[in-house]
């Protein structure tokens, strides 16, 4: 299974005809590396830099326009934008990495597709490694049961991550027939949904005129309202717009249905961390027994794998050990009912963790947080800008 890290989205400055096509039909048989646009003018960058946010530059350093390309890193720089570079050249002209202005790479012409897209693959790698202060993080939120409190968590927890560690939060509504957290939030149908963002290049204007700002501090991207919408969203098209959300918040977390279809799984592949909600009953732990079969069926390391049990301590509950012989191991975390708190706030559409922080419920979120916040990089996964 891929990584967070296996779609890279690529902008190409090049005003050389000839060498921008052989570029685009390199990569029509490269589905893990998405082509934003080709620009023939060097002046046009730092604006559509800023607003596609691109994963990889490549830019021809013998650009004829008025505009080089070294001064367009030089822009690049003083804006503050840091990119990693791929600049192209012939061998009467060599360069040298220059990592003052970007450049991680050197691309020779001529060049194979095997050349071109290692040296992608490695600008990005090597580019995230010398920033691990810029991390993104995804966590998907999922419940191999319903009623286990999925989505109320999502919603607080993308509250207290962005309340207490001051990180940019996206909580993405996965459940796209549904709509929970429109539901919860009392969000109006007229409100415009993921399907408002284009399906072929998502930009981050697009982004600003369809998200929902939750008067809590998290942006939140709803899913469509009305049960036959779901599927006009592909996910392929989910992929696009998770792909440019981790270039713009710290955290994204998505609240997914209670279901394993192409869709769960693409988040699931795309996660740093999956949040396996489960409460103390026979069936919703069967359920989440199952899941981790799967889980470990699609190779995901254990650390990857968080467990949440929810509504711990409540009356008729199943005996810890029991819980633990179900699914494997310890939960690595209880959040205690409080089911007068959690259910009225839930009723008045807002965070529990702001109405009570001091419950004890709201406590757990808050470590949850802290600990998701601090999580190392599971293995395998590489950081994104």
């Not at 026979?282 to 079969?293: F, K, P, V």
């Not at 975390?333 to 959690?342: I, K």
């Amino acid at each position: 299974m891929s990584g967070p890290s296996a779609n890279v989205r690529l902008l190409l400055v090049e005003d050389v005809a000839q060498v921008s096509q052989y570029i685009r039909n390199l990569l029509n048989a490269q589905p893990h590396v998405q082509l934003l646009d080709v620009l023939s003018d060097g002046r046009q960058a730092l604006d559509h830099i800023r607003a596609v946010r691109p994963d990889v530059l490549m830019i021809d350093s013998l650009l004829q326009g008025r505009v080089s390309g070294i001064q367009v890193l030089e822009q690049l720089r003083a804006a503050g934008i840091g990119i990693p570079v791929i600049m192209i050249t012939v061998p009467q002209r060599p360069l040298k990495v220059d990592p003052a202005l970007g450049i991680v790479r050197i691309l020779s012409m001529p060049f194979s597709g095997f050349d071109f897209m290692n040296t992608i693959q490695a600008a990005r790698q090597e580019y995230d490694s010398l920033r691990p202060d810029s991390t993104s993080r995804t966590i998907v939120v999922h419940g191999a049961k319903g009623g286990v409190g999925k989505t109320t968590l999502a919603f607080n927890l993308g509250v207290a991550l962005a309340q207490a560690h001051r990180l940019r939060v996206m909580v993405v509504d996965g459940n796209l027939q549904f709509g929970d957290i429109r539901a919860l939030l009392r969000v109006p149908e007229s409100v415009p949904s993921i399907l408002q963002l284009p399906t072929d290049r998502v930009s981050e204007a697009d982004l600003e005129q369809v998200v929902w700002r939750d008067p809590s501090g998290i942006d939140i991207l709803l899913a469509p309202p009305r049960i036959e919408m779901a599927e006009m969203v592909t996910v392929r098209d989910m992929e696009k717009v998770m792909s440019l959300l981790r270039r713009v918040y710290h955290v994204v977390i998505v609240d997914t249905p209670t279901l394993v279809n192409d869709m769960v799984l693409s988040w699931f592949d795309a996660s740093d961390v999956i949040v396996e909600l489960t409460t103390a009953d026979w069936t919703t732990l069967h359920n989440s027994r199952l899941m981790a079969h799967t889980f470990s069926a699609l190779a995901y390391p254990p650390e990857r794998i968080c467990y949440v049990l929810n509504r711990a301590g409540t009356p008729g509950s199943i005996e810890p050990r029991l819980v633990v012989e179900q699914l494997g191991r310890r939960p690595d975390f209880a959040l205690p009912s409080d089911g007068r708190l959690v259910v009225e706030a839930n009723n008045q559409g807002v965070p529990f963790v702001l109405v009570d922080q001091r419950a004890a419920v709201s406590q757990e979120v808050a470590r949850i947080a802290a600990a998701l916040a601090t999580r190392p990089m599971p293995a395998g996964a590489v950081a994104t800008r």
